[in-house]
Each structure stands twice: as structure tokens, then as C-alpha cells.
């Protein structure tokens, strides 16, 4: 599966941004698609994760309530909307892809070696 993310860019502090991703898959039903970022020196952070079957969402403790994830099985796409964005959000957002069995969804979704599928990043730059 390729993955195509889109949307990033430069945003002033408590802006707002939304990421796209573009599968290319004939269906999303059955995948887990998230989105991770990360910063030089650092780990992949996992951020969001939708299942396509359900549209069950998870977050992250550090973007719950700002972040929204969502899914257009139609158009394959997943997309994130990031409202009232930080400096210390700045990162390369990557979106990736995998098949997660439901039940394992909670226990997995974060865990980045999981992944089989990944995009390409986008840069989203918070400046101060």
C-alpha cells in the first residue's frame, strides 16, 4: 500500500492545520491508519489512530481534545484536523498503515514497528 500524506505547512501558534492521507488501497476497511510525528534525535510519537471499519478513534494524552481524526472510506482518505497547534508540535507528521485486529486496537495502535505501510512525512512548523 502507498501512502500520500498533504497539508502541512507554517502556522502561528493556536492555529490550525489538517494533514491528508491518501491510500492507495481498494478498500480501508479493515486497516488501522494513524498518524505519527516526529523530530530529529527522537522516536517516531504516535499522535491519532482511526479504525475504518468502525471509525473507532485514539489519540494521544498530548493532542486529545485539539486533534480530530477522520476517515473517508469513499475517497480512501484519512485526514487531521490539528486546532489550537503548539510550537512544540512541530515535527514531520507521517501517516502509516496496517491491518490491527479490533480487540488489539487499544494495546497496539501507538507502537510504530507495527506498521507495515508508511507515507512519506509532511512538515507541520508551529513558530511562537
Known amino acids: 500500500m502507498q501512502l500520500v500524506e498533504s497539508g502541512g505547512g507554517l502556522v502561528q501558534a493556536g492555529g490550525s492545520l489538517l494533514l491528508s492521507c491518501r491510500a492507495s488501497?481498494?478498500?480501508?476497511?479493515?486497516?488501522?491508519i494513524a498518524w505519527f510525528r516526529q523530530i530529529p534525535g527522537k522516536d517516531r510519537e504516535a499522535v491519532s489512530c482511526?479504525?475504518?471499519?468502525?471509525?473507532?478513534?485514539l489519540y494521544s494524552n498530548s493532542v486529545k481534545g485539539r486533534f480530530t481524526i477522520s476517515s473517508d472510506n469513499a475517497k480512501h482518505t484519512v485526514s487531521l484536523q490539528m486546532n489550537s497547534l503548539k510550537p512544540e508540535n512541530t515535527a514531520v507528521y507521517y501517516c502509516?498503515?496496517?491491518?490491527?485486529?479490533?480487540?488489539?486496537?487499544?494495546?497496539?495502535?501507538?507502537?510504530?514497528?507495527?506498521?507495515?505501510?508508511w507515507g512519506q512525512g509532511t512538515q507541520v512548523t508551529v513558530s511562537s
Open positions: 502509516a498503515a496496517e491491518r490491527i485486529p479490533p480487540q488489539l486496537a487499544d494495546n497496539y495502535w501507538s507502537s510504530a514497528p507495527v506498521y507495515d505501510s
Open positions: 488501497v481498494f478498500t480501508l476497511d479493515g486497516y488501522a
Open positions: 482511526i479504525m475504518a471499519r468502525d471509525g473507532t478513534t
